[in-house]
């Protein structure tokens, strides 16, 4: 329980992250009801008189925002712009210009302002575009920190194995480079039990695709939660919905003309699945609440672990959106029908797990080797690279045995020993399942079970499973 040292925050007042707007304007009548405009819509704004003030103000402290006039008494606002333009400071500006000074606006957004408002301004539509400049900024920042991150994530990926299954994958990833560059490339289906590198295959699409520089949004369908799935996939409007405070841009709009990776496709309600199919059908979507149609030029690229044409006979999922899903698709083949490549991933696990925790002279002994050939793999490279990554902390260096990997048996390296009927038992054994068969997954685990997710939380801290 947290416990508050001050009063509790209601609605109506301004959140504690307030977002912090500069206004540069010598009319301090205006500047005074702009700046009481912004702070009643949530904003902290400050003003400076002069271009030289306001100059201080940024080298003091960065803003959110700023709000430039063009015509000051010490300079042109596009001075100011042209600044900034050379400098590292990274913000929105939003300019204000006089009738007649429209040479400014347009000199001002070449210069890289993000918007114009001429004067006189209507004070709620400043709020209304200040929320929009400021909304696609943090978007532009979001991508680029995912484009980074992902291009970070990219260096090394690789499907790893020499058995024909993961050759023609590789093959057929190389294949369709070629068509990655159309405006509407050809919609992905990844085939595969958990655990066997969907999300691998998918990077790797990216990868070696020409849209490799461009966003990958990764969604897991089975983790968002179920009221509030539709505006995270399509966006919503301000006021759509009761917690809507503010207009916020959805996953497939975030992937704009890179790739949306859908994981887990198979888990996506009915409702969502006509949703869906109309984005592939048309390549617009509409955001919740509003009627407007936006589009849509993300590569859509899907995966399931379940068995989709039995869905669609139990009538779980759309024929007509597996259909169109399932344009191309590409199996991956379990851990245990890929042969030498088990040893293979065996040992390129331990090798990565002692480079990253400092232990040398790791190796896997005949008894070993012969084991990790002879198990079944439930989990898949998931189980083994983490069964692998716990054996490695455990050794300190030295040989790996059958009995250090926990594979002294043939059934799953996790299956509870104490054999004792007890309430507490029982209950830590169905928690455990349910969180293999998820894949760790709380709120799906938690669905599986059908309890709450907090209900699920306290259990897991209960039996010591964090």
Known sequence: MVMHSGPLVTETEVPLLEKQILIIEDESVFAGAVRKRLKRGGYNAEIAGTLAEGKSRIDEKTPDLLLLDMRLPDGSGLDLLVDLQDSDNAFPVLVMSAYGEIEDAVSAMKSGASDYLKKPIDLDELVITVEKVLEKDELSQK?????????????????????????????????LKQVTGANIPPTILILGETGTGKDVVARMLHANSARREKPFVHVDCASLPKDLIEAELFGHEKGAFT????????????????????????????????????????????????????????????????????????????????????????????????????????????????????????????????????YDWPGNVREMKHMIERAVLLSGGGELSPESLSLSGHGPADTPIDTELTLDNAELMLIRSALEKCNGNVSRAARELGITRMALRYRIKKHNLE
């Open 143 to 175: 991508l680029t920190y995912s484009s980074k991150r992902e291009q970070h994530a990219h260096e090394g990926v690789e499907f790893l194995g020499n058995s024909p299954a993961v050759v023609a994958i590789r093959q057929q990833i190389l294949r």
């Open 243 to 374: 917690s809507a405070h503010a207009a916020r841009t959805g996953l497939i709009e975030a992937a704009e003309d890179g790739v949306l990776f859908m994981d887990e496709i198979g888990e996506l309600p009915m409702d969502l699945q006509a949703k869906l199919l109309a984005v592939l059908e048309r390549r617009t979507l509409r955001k919740v609440g509003t009627t407007k149609e936006r589009p849509v030029a993300a590569w859509i690229i899907a995966a399931t672990n379940r068995d989709i044409a039995e869905l669609v006979k139990r009538g779980e999922f759309r024929s007509d959106l597996y259909y169109r899903l399932n344009v191309l698709s590409i199996p991956i083949a379990p851990l245990r029908e890929r042969g030498e490549d088990i040893v293979l991933l065996a040992g390129h696990f331990i090798e990565q797990s002692a480079k990253r925790y400092g232990i040398n002279s790791l190796r896997l002994s005949a008894q070993a080797i012969q084991a990790l050939r002879s």
